[in-house]
């Protein structure tokens, strides 16, 4: 029976932490001008005379300062080009769309959120990015690409291939990825852990042409060297 009450109250402070976690992600969802929606989502739109802006992010996210700190110096960047007098080709527009993943059980796998990035400044093409963050909930800590593999496992000789003909299937471009670029890790950076696979995203011209957009892929974890979380 003293284990039993003891495993209750561990799962009490999990529960509680999480419901303090939500609740102050809420507060900061309306601090940014946002309303919190189905799934945990808060939405966050904005209009002036020279701009549009609609940022969707999850309130539920472990580590949610640092998602919030990138997106608030998005925004921040984004309103002061557009409010500036020399705007030109307005309205400028910035939309953020979020997707979230997991692995493991909730109390000790992964947490997963990508964020897709659309702006346009009046340039001569509008840019669409990514920006993924992960965290460890076991351990309390973010994930990176450096930490997600052992340092001797050279990851990207076995992902590299795999991200090619993938990439290749969805497009239809062959031989267009320098194998410089395809293994280099800076350029698998922004990525999403499932119990099935690593899913990489990757930023309008980052391995492809421009004109082929903002793309993604998922590579088996089984093609892959055992990963650290």
């Not at 539920?60 to 919030?68: C, F, G, S, W």
């Not at 669409?128 to 450096?146: C, E, G, I, L, M």
Request: hydrophobic share 40%; with cysteine.
């Amino acid at each position: 029976m003293r284990i039993l009450t003891l495993t209750a109250l561990a799962v009490g402070v999990l529960l509680g932490e999480q419901t303090v976690a939500v609740s102050s992600a809420a507060t900061d969802c309306v601090a940014l001008g946002g309303a919190v929606e189905a799934d945990n989502i808060c939405h966050v739109h904005s209009t002036g005379p020279s701009y549009t802006m609609d940022l969707r992010f999850p309130t539920n996210y472990a580590d949610e300062q640092a998602m919030l700190d990138y997106l608030a110096q998005n925004r921040d960047g984004f309103t002061n080009v557009a409010q500036t007098p020399a705007a030109r080709n307005a309205p400028y527009e910035m939309d953020v769309t979020t997707q979230s993943f997991t692995s493991g059980p909730p109390t000790g796998g992964t947490q997963s959120v990508v964020l897709k990035l659309f702006q346009d400044v009046g340039g001569a093409h509008p840019t669409t990015w990514y920006k993924s963050f992960t965290y460890d909930v076991a351990h309390r800590k973010p994930v990176t690409f450096d930490t997600l593999f052992a340092a001797e496992a050279n990851a990207v000789n076995a992902i590299f291939p795999i991200v090619q003909r993938d990439l290749e299937r969805q497009t239809g471009l062959t031989g267009v990825i320098a194998t410089s670029d395809g293994l280099d890790p800076s350029h698998y950076q922004n990525f999403a852990v499932t119990n099935d696979a690593v899913i990489f995203f990757f930023s309008q011209g980052e391995l492809l042409p421009s004109d082929a957009g903002a793309t993604s892929a998922s590579v088996p974890r089984t093609a892959l060297p055992p990963l650290a979380v």
